[in-house]
T-cell receptor, first 113, second 113 residues
Framework: GQQLNQSPQSMFIQEGEDVSMNCTSS?????WLWYKQEPGEGPVLLIA?????ELTSNGRLTAQFGITRKDSFLNISASIPSDVGIYFC?????????????FGTGTRLQVFP | NAGVTQTPKFQVLKTGQSMTLQCAQD?????MYWYRQDPGMGLRLIYY???????DKGEVPNGYNVSRLNKREFSLRLESAAPSQTSVYFC????????????FGPGTRLTVL
């Protein structure tokens, strides 16, 4: 089945650094979502994007819906230790009868103090 | 308002045993989903229910059955567990009707020996 290509697979950064990750697909999506998963928990929604070119922020997080509709980007500014976790992108084609999500393989983020 | 709840949190089975994973949501959502998460694979959709009374196969349905008991509850059954079904299982729900945000439960960690 289709999965989204997410990169990088993992990142090890110093507290205070900025982080960038991206997600690409061979298909067009109408919605892009970014989730964060902490150990032992389910994914939690961070940002939802609904229009091509849209740029949305949530605190130190900023995400963009690529203009081609085939990619999305997530940036975290001034990282802190609690940013540690796995970040997943997910795309929806937004068809009428279903909300099925297709997930990326995740970016594991480690932040060192 | 507990959101999405799952039971049990952990389970160990022997090959060939059966069990049912329970999921309930209190957000009055129409759509519910079951995913499995394996290392390096992201989340893959097993089955989903777009509305009460309907269920459909996702990406990896083999070896599983589901029941949408009522609007709140969506259970996942393994009739004859296999080691390949060792995974973390997540239930999710959404309002339904098109592109929509999914909310996840805390997960069930299943080991099949």
């Amino acid at each position: 089945g289709q999965q989204l290509n997410q990169s990088p697979q993992s990142m090890f950064i110093q507290e205070g650094e900025d982080v960038s990750m991206n997600c690409t697909s061979s298909s067009i999506f109408n919605t892009w979502l970014w989730y964060k998963q902490e150990p032992g928990e389910g994914p939690v929604l961070l940002i939802a994007l609904y229009k091509a070119g849209e740029l949305t922020s949530n605190g130190r997080l900023t995400a963009q819906f690529g203009i081609t509709r085939k990619d999305s980007f997530l940036n975290i500014s001034a990282s802190i230790p609690s940013d540690v976790g796995i970040y997943f992108c997910a795309g929806q084609r937004g068809s009428y009868n279903t909300d099925k999500l297709i997930f990326g393989t995740g970016t594991r983020l480690q932040v060192f103090p | 308002n507990a959101g999405v709840t799952q039971t049990p949190k952990f389970q160990v089975l022997k090959t060939g045993q059966s069990m049912t994973l329970q999921c309930a949501q209190d957000m009055n959502h129409n759509s519910m989903y079951w995913y499995r998460q394996d290392p390096g694979m992201g989340l893959r959709l097993i089955y989903y229910s777009a509305s009460e009374g309907t269920t459909d196969k996702g990406e990896v349905p083999n070896g599983y059955n589901v029941s949408r008991l009522n609007k709140r509850e969506f259970s996942l059954r393994l009739e004859s567990a296999a080691p390949s079904q060792t995974s973390v299982y997540f239930c999710a729900s959404s309002r339904g009707g098109g592109a929509d945000t999914q909310y996840f439960g805390p997960g069930t960690r299943l080991t099949v020996l």
